[in-house]
């Protein structure tokens, strides 16, 4: 990841001066209770605009601390190195699972987009074996009108992969029917109608609807859900809303601490404070009211 400044570390490089936090730390910030809450945060805000404060920020917050007097650090109450330590190893973390996320997203794109030109293709191959099909069988049953409107109901309709599949299914089991029975095997063996021809035209259904499923079904495995996305960018959420408040707090208290000004995650941390009460100074003593 480029620098979040000029001359600020990355993630990487924080991560390498402060060491990974230790198990208790996790199971002190990101508790089993919260995930649910995380989650409902991260749902509200993309893994990128996260990830851009949090790079900047966290890097303001690690120069700072680096180089504060012991009077300045003990100045700012809620936050401290392990819990920085641990902000950034979960940024680098949310990284890595944007990174996954997005690749498998496309991966996935571009097998989706492959499997639905095999289903066009099988399904171009299928419709135009079912035309044919309809064809011969005219052909076969003649004029006979009650087998002719058979014919139509089993040739059905083709707006779609399932309905062509079970349209050549249903053709081919037509045909088995016509070659079974006397009175029409002539006229259909005529017709070019033979056990072989049918066969095919089973297999093309089944063809057609292999295709058909496979262009509708999600053909990637992403080993990360949208769940786990989003609570890992609540968890971002809530560590840097911490660490921001926290230096807010000091510098009412120290001018010299800095300000860490979020910009593309703004308005889901200005939700997550509520405005303090404006306070007006107590009145000044007027002494007793005179007599009237």
Known sequence: MADPTPSGPTLEQMQEALGVP?????????????????????????????????????????????????????????FSQELLAFAVDRAIALEAMKREFTQAG?????????????????????LTLRDQADVALQTAVGTDAGLRKRLKVALGIAEDGEQLASGLARLSAFGVELLANPKTKVRATLAGIDADYLTELTTEAAAVRAATKD????L???????????????????????????FAAARERDGTIPRLVPLSTRRLLS??????????????????????
């Open 106 to 126: 496309t991966a996935d794109k571009g097998a989706r987009l492959g499997s639905t030109a095999s289903a066009g293709v099988a399904f171009q191959k299928g």
């Open 22 to 78: 230790g198990p208790d730390v996790a199971a002190a910030l990101n508790p089993l209770e919260s995930q649910e809450a995380f989650r409902l945060i991260g749902a509200q805000i993309a893994s990128d605009r996260v990830l851009i404060d949090t790079a900047r920020i966290f890097a303001i917050a690690f120069v700072f601390w680096r180089k504060a007097t012991p009077e300045q650090r003990k100045k700012i109450k809620g």
């Open 271 to 292: 939700s997550r404070t509520k405005p303090k009460p404006a306070v007006s100074p107590p009145a000044p003593d007027a002494g007793p009211v005179p007599e009237a």
């Open 215 to 218: 262009a509708s079904g999600r």
């Open 220 to 246: 990637t495995a992403n080993t990360t859900s949208q769940g786990e996305l989003d609570t890992l960018d609540g968890l971002n959420i809530d560590l840097l809303s911490h660490i921001v408040h926290a």
